[in-house]
């Protein structure tokens, strides 16, 4: 199992950056992938984006690519996530979460049921 605890979340304003980081510890060495996804109050957890531990492979979803990137230091084990141009829609909890199954495709890695472990996430709020 491996244990993740995301930070860096807080008050924005609109327009506004801000840098999330999940850290991994325990058995990090199965893990495969890692991705962010965040939930709206009210809403379904959704898929934001995705990167292999390798770094060969990334996947954004189409609401958050050019505004989010994100990022990983294998050495301290710590998935990143910059956020850009943030909207009051981004308002959210965001969590990471890794998996070990996916291998290609997007459907795969969006799919948040394909994730073992995650985060217990932290609080966005983008006021306007």
């Known amino acids: 199992q491996v244990q993740l605890v995301e930070s860096g979340g807080g008050l924005v304003q609109a327009g506004g950056s801000l840098r999330l980081s999940c850290a991994a510890s325990?058995?990090?060495?199965?893990?495969?992938?890692m991705g962010w996804f965040r939930q709206r109050p009210g809403k379904e957890r959704q898929f934001l984006a995705v990167?292999?531990?390798?770094?060969?492979?990334?996947y954004y979803a189409d609401s958050v690519k050019g505004r989010f990137t994100i990022s990983s230091d294998n050495g301290k084990n710590t998935l990143y996530l910059q956020m850009n141009n943030l909207s009051p829609e981004d308002t959210a909890v965001y969590y990471c979460?890794?998996?070990?199954?996916?291998?290609?495709?997007?459907?795969?890695?969006?799919?948040?049921?394909?994730?073992?472990?995650w985060g217990q996430g932290t609080h966005v709020t983008v006021s306007s």
């Open positions: 990167r292999r531990w390798s770094g060969l492979t990334t």
């Open positions: 325990g058995r990090t060495s199965n893990t495969v992938y």
């Open positions: 979460a890794a998996g070990t199954t996916c291998y290609l495709t997007y459907g795969c890695y969006s799919n948040k049921g394909m994730y073992d472990d």
